[in-house]
């Protein structure tokens, strides 16, 4: 087994988000290393314009790179709809894996009203209304920004009454409309899945996790860097996070 395949695999987010991504990246690959970057200290990125989310997550991936990575996953919807393409040509021999809301999957199912929960920079990108407006003809697509939801998902409140409330102020308005289905638009939703699939009534729930993990595993399938070991092993890279991100990041990758 060469250097190559022994390396870790890095995932990138500007906090806990990601970790949701980090479960299915393990799932399918048990005997990867993953090297897990979560960016608290400039968190939350779906408040920022695209140029300050593109420089954080350049330098997000630089570190994971650095780090020996052998691929990296851009475990954020905010961080992928800034910095994927220009990532991309700056590393053009590199494997670097985005996020996408999982709009095509909703339609696949024969969804024709879909809400996409997401921040507002992810909404507001040109990956996005490209995405959109290339499947507007099939679908009637309906973007859901949620200032303030990675806030509380970071904070831990996945339920309860505040969060059932701040949902509700979401989603009432989109499901009124007749929204069919709801895409969750970044990796920190699926850790509310239960209270927004309460408050919506129990509409198909969406997200484009396990998707991220079959393309890594099919990109370094391809490469030939995948690894025959047991059972791999997480890392968190220390940057400067705060003591409860970490206490928080260990006990979520310590339930798997």
């Given amino acids: 087994m060469n250097l190559q395949k022994n390396a870790p695999i890095g995932v990138f987010d500007s906090g806990l988000g990601g970790i949701s991504v980090l479960r299915e990246l393990q799932a399918l690959m048990p005997a990867e290393d993953f090297l897990y970057f979560g960016d608290d200290q400039n968190a939350p990125y779906g408040v920022r314009p695209e140029d300050e989310v593109l420089s954080l997550t350049r330098a997000g991936a630089e570190r994971l790179f650095g780090a020996g990575c052998k691929a990296v996953?851009?475990?954020?919807?905010?961080?992928?709809?800034?910095?994927?393409?220009?990532?991309?040509?700056?590393?053009?021999?590199?494997?670097?894996?985005?996020?996408?809301?999982?709009?095509?999957?909703?339609?696949?199912?024969?969804?024709?009203?879909?809400?996409?929960?997401?921040?507002?920079?992810?909404?507001?990108?040109?990956?996005?209304?490209?995405?959109?407006r290339t499947l507007g003809g099939e679908a009637k697509i309906f973007p859901i920004p949620a200032p303030g939801l990675v806030e509380l998902i970071e904070a831990?409140?996945?339920?309860?009454?505040?969060?059932?409330?701040?949902?509700?102020?979401?989603?009432?308005?989109?499901?009124?409309?007749?929204?069919?289905?709801?895409?969750?638009?970044?990796?920190?939703?699926?850790?509310?899945?239960?209270?927004?699939?309460?408050?919506?009534?129990?509409?198909?729930?969406?997200?484009?996790?396990?998707?991220?993990?079959?393309?890594?595993?099919?990109?370094?399938?391809?490469?030939?860097?995948?690894?025959?070991?047991?059972?791999?092993?997480?890392?968190?890279?220390?940057?400067?996070?705060?003591?409860?991100?970490?206490?928080l990041a260990r006990e979520l990758i310590s339930t798997e």
């Fill in 73 to 132: 996953v851009l475990a954020c919807n905010t961080a992928t709809a800034a910095a994927v393409v220009p990532l991309r040509a700056l590393w053009s021999d590199r494997i670097l894996v985005g996020a996408e809301p999982a709009i095509k999957p909703a339609i696949r199912d024969g969804h024709r009203k879909i809400g996409v929960l997401a921040t507002s920079t992810t909404l507001s990108s040109r990956r996005f209304c490209d995405l959109a």
């Fill in 156 to 247: 831990r409140i996945w339920s309860g009454a505040e969060l059932e409330n701040f949902l509700h102020g979401l989603l009432d308005g989109p499901i009124s409309n007749g929204v069919d289905a709801l895409v969750l638009g970044c990796t920190h939703y699926p850790f509310v899945r239960d209270a927004i699939d309460a408050v919506s009534g129990g509409l198909p729930l969406y997200d484009g996790n396990a998707g991220i993990a079959r393309q890594t595993r099919r990109l370094l399938a391809e490469a030939g860097s995948l690894r025959d070991a047991k059972q791999g092993s997480v890392t968190l890279l220390e940057c400067g996070q705060s003591a409860d991100f970490f206490r």
